[in-house]
């Protein structure tokens, strides 16, 4: 059974950072390309950041929504079957649901979500 796991979101002052976790279980971790997506209120869920599969997690590729590069950086470590997203220079409209993503076996499977909220 593939389970996600988030942690880390709270409420943090414009300019301010926070890092969120997603603890992976159910899967061969360092075979799986993970992703960061989120939804704000009244808008549809959008994808923040990308990180592919490697036996190696230095040697992973990254991608990111425009909105947030330069100031977000997804990582991996496979040892502790967790993906990390650490979020600096954070923005109101950074307020969301952040939820953590992966894709197994041709089937999506989403953590229950961490709350971003980003006072100005």
């Known amino acids: 059974q593939v389970q996600l796991v988030e942690s880390g979101g709270g409420l943090v002052q414009a300019g301010g950072s926070l890092r969120l976790s997603c603890a992976a279980s159910?899967?061969?971790?360092?075979?799986?390309?993970m992703g960061w997506y989120r939804q704000a209120p009244g808008k549809q869920r959008e994808l923040v950041a990308t990180?592919?599969?490697?036996?190696?997690?230095?040697?992973?590729?990254?991608n990111y929504a425009d909105s947030v590069k330069g100031r977000f950086t997804i990582f991996r470590d496979n040892a502790k079957n967790t993906v990390y997203l650490r979020m600096n220079s954070l923005k109101p409209e950074d307020t969301a649901v952040y939820y953590c993503?992966?894709?197994?076996?041709?089937?999506?499977?989403w953590g229950q979500g961490t709350q971003v909220t980003v006072s100005s």
């Open positions: 993503n992966t894709n197994f076996r041709e089937h999506d499977y």
């Open positions: 159910g899967i061969i971790f360092r075979f799986n390309a």
């Open positions: 990180i592919s599969s490697g036996g190696i997690s230095s040697d992973s590729r990254t």
